[in-house]
């Protein structure tokens, strides 16, 4: 059994929306109260974290993170993805996670790099039984 949680952390606003990412605001205005929200604030810091758990059949739990730091555009951009994607611009890029496309979504985003990390956890789990 595998279980994932996910959430935006903005450096700004004190680490929010973090855990409630989901549940801050109407669904599918998300992105757009987090703009609301900063404003014009200069500091835009943000990061997309996953947190993945597994329970293996004989009881052994498992779990990784995944971390991808970036910024908060100042509008949205894009037409791929969801929830913040059109708002967020990885580390080194230039465009929002919903412009850079599914293909770099699944390689690249916290959620592709905690199942990366939770496969070699598991890997090294089982090794070493």
Request: aromatic letters at 4%.
């Amino acid at each position: 059994m595998v279980g994932e949680d996910s959430g935006i952390e903005v450096d700004a606003l004190g680490g929010e929306p973090g855990v409630r990412s989901a549940r801050w605001a109407e669904s599918g205005r998300q992105h757009l109260h987090l703009l609301e929200r900063l404003g014009d604030e200069r500091e835009r810091h943000a990061r997309m974290i996953a947190h993945m758990v597994a329970i293996a059949p004989d009881g052994r739990e498992v779990d990784a993170v995944g971390v991808m730091e970036g910024e908060i555009a100042r509008e949205p951009r894009g037409t791929g993805g969801f929830g913040y994607d059109p708002v967020f611009v990885p580390e080194g890029e230039t465009r929002t996670v919903a412009e850079l496309g599914d293909a770099w979504k699944r390689a690249n985003s916290h959620r592709g790099r905690a199942a990366a990390a939770l496969r070699s956890a598991l890997e090294n789990a089982l090794a070493a039984s």
